[in-house]
């Protein structure tokens, strides 16, 4: 063994002490660290020829990286749809390294059933029923994919070809409906060889919404003639957190023939909250579904979940059988028969960290503080003479511009002035054609106090000099 590799191993368990107190550290100070770094990244170093142990890589990692770290792990890092890590899910990822099993096959550890009773938890959180099978997946950009390809065999199946087997080509030319989709839904068609042009804008209802409006939904798949379409449903758009009804467009399969795929990546959470819950009822009749996990359920990156009504699509689309691997054995098939990957970190144990430590009531109230505190952001919004609120705040996201001429440069400028304070970070966008910044919360830590700084803070970097 080489020497330096020898000596960590010798002194693992002080190793491990020092980055628990480094760890310790930082996150005590997480509140104090600006919420974005707006400075030049450091020079790139040549490949290390000699190693320096985990002690100097440690040391030179604190000295050149983590100062220019964001501080998206804390409570005033409102960009994107961003969470953070709870005690309990921290300590999890830790945890999944230490024992770094692979859970791709169930072969030889408990590891992978680990996964599976986290998955029904899952499910009874969100309301599905137990037609519902899941798999872990790095983000909801990968479990939109897994949806889509699920439904494109799917497709297949309505055609009596095997895209599996035969190809995209087989199945001729595909229509994706979705009135307001999230931009990796359009990643999802390219990847899946279905085509970006696949994915059709179907009008929203009116009165500045973003949910699709069933009506001209239904005439979209009148006008498909009878062939089986594709349909994402959004529950809980990016930029207004607006809600399809899903009860409305599963009912429209009493006449038209089609995939529903829900993408409830962050707006599912309504489902734990008795007074939004109406908001995703209908979900458990999607063909599948997608949740995040990092961004509301607060697990460290990567983690999301996709369910399937079709787990016997699922195998056909991406089983992997070789001698040494076996064919895929149902009910439970090992996950490489279900997902993109063949390896596969214990990505569950985080969340089943998280679900033993807090419970239901536990999330339920992260996910009802954060929506409480955005609705008093955007009423507070309302009183500020330079600003303008561009939509309700129907859950934790909210949606503003600047009052006056709000053009993509003053905007932009404004969302740097904001990063700039350093107290709070939002990210800006583009609604119903008007520029504009979005501050949308998910992170466990957030409190009043954090809101009334967060307000304090875009207020001045945004107000008009005079
Ligand atoms: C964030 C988000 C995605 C993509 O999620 P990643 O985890 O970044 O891949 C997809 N859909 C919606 C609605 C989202 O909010």
């Known amino acids: 063994m080489h020497p330096v590799l020898a000596e960590d191993r010798a002194r693992l368990t002080e190793l491990l002490r020092s980055v628990s107190?480094?760890?310790?550290?930082?996150?005590?100070?997480?509140?104090?660290?600006?919420?974005?770094?707006?400075g030049p990244a450091p020079e790139p170093q040549p490949l290390p020829a000699e190693g320096t142990g985990t002690e100097g890589a440690l040391a030179r990692f604190a000295e050149r990286w983590s100062p220019g770290f964001s501080g998206s792990s804390g409570p005033r890092y409102l960009g994107f749809v961003t969470g953070g890590a709870t005690p309990a899910a921290l300590t999890a990822d830790w945890l999944t390294a230490v024992y770094d099993q692979n859970v791709g096959s169930g072969i030889g550890s408990s590891a992978a059933a680990?996964?599976?009773?986290?998955?029904?938890?899952?499910?009874?959180?969100?309301?599905?029923?137990?037609?519902h099978s899941g798999a872990f997946v790095t983000g909801a950009t990968m479990s939109n994919t897994v949806g889509l390809a699920i439904g494109r065999e799917w497709l297949g199946e309505q055609r009596n070809v095997s895209v599996s087997d035969d190809g995209v080509a087989a199945l001729g030319p595909v229509?994706?409906?979705?009135?307001?989709?999230?931009?990796?839904?359009?990643?999802?068609?390219?990847?899946?060889?279905l085509g970006r042009a696949s994915l059709r804008r179907v009008p929203l209802q009116p009165g500045n919404r973003e949910a699709v409006d069933v009506a001209a939904l239904a005439d979209a798949l009148e006008r498909m003639d009878g062939r089986p379409a594709i349909v994402v449903a959004n529950a809980g758009t990016v930029d207004t957190v607006d809600f399809d009804d899903l009860r409305a467009i599963a009912a429209l399969k009493e006449r038209h023939s089609f995939w529903l795929h829900v993408d409830g990546a962050f707006g599912a959470f309504a489902a734990l909250?008795?007074?939004?819950?109406?908001?995703?009822?209908?979900?458990?009749?999607?063909?599948?579904?997608?949740l995040d996990l990092h961004k509301w359920f607060n697990?460290?990156?990567?983690?999301?979940?996709?369910?399937?009504?079709?787990?016997?699509?699922?195998?056909r689309v991406f089983h992997n059988s070789s001698p040494y691997l076996g064919p895929p054995s149902l009910p439970d098939p090992d996950f490489l028969h279900?997902?993109?990957?063949?390896?596969?970190?214990?990505?569950?144990?985080?969340?089943?960290?998280?679900?033993?430590?807090?419970?239901?009531?536990?999330?339920r109230e992260i996910v009802a503080r954060n929506t409480g505190l955005a609705r008093r952001l955007g009423d507070a919004l309302i009183g500020v003479p330079h600003l303008r609120l561009l939509a309700p705040v129907r859950l934790n996201t909210v949606c503003f511009t600047l009052a006056d001429d709000p053009t993509p440069d003053r905007v932009q400028a404004a969302a740097r002035a904001i990063a700039a304070t350093g107290d709070v970070f939002v990210t800006p966008t583009v609604y119903g054609h008007v520029p504009a910044l979005r501050a949308a919360f998910s992170n466990w830590?957030?409190?009043?106090?954090?809101?009334?700084?967060?307000?304090?803070?875009?207020?001045?970097a945004t107000a008009p000099v005079s």
């Open 21 to 38: 107190e480094l760890a310790g550290r930082e996150l005590a100070a997480v509140d104090a660290r600006p919420a974005a770094r707006l």
């Open 114 to 131: 680990l996964e599976r009773e986290t998955l029904a938890w899952l499910r009874e959180l969100f309301g599905l029923s137990e037609a």
């Open 175 to 193: 229509t994706v409906l979705s009135g307001a989709p999230h931009s990796s839904i359009g990643k999802a068609t390219s990847v899946l060889g």
């Open 273 to 290: 909250l008795p007074s939004h819950s109406h908001l995703t009822d209908g979900l458990d009749a999607a063909d599948s579904v997608c």
């Open 299 to 315: 697990v460290p990156y990567d983690s999301a979940v996709v369910f399937t009504r079709r787990q016997d699509l699922q195998v």
């Open 338 to 363: 279900l997902t993109p990957e063949n390896s596969r970190r214990l990505r569950a144990l985080t969340a089943w960290f998280s679900l033993v430590a807090y419970g239901r009531d536990g999330h």
């Open 445 to 460: 830590r957030t409190t009043q106090p954090d809101m009334e700084r967060a307000l304090m803070a875009i207020t001045d």
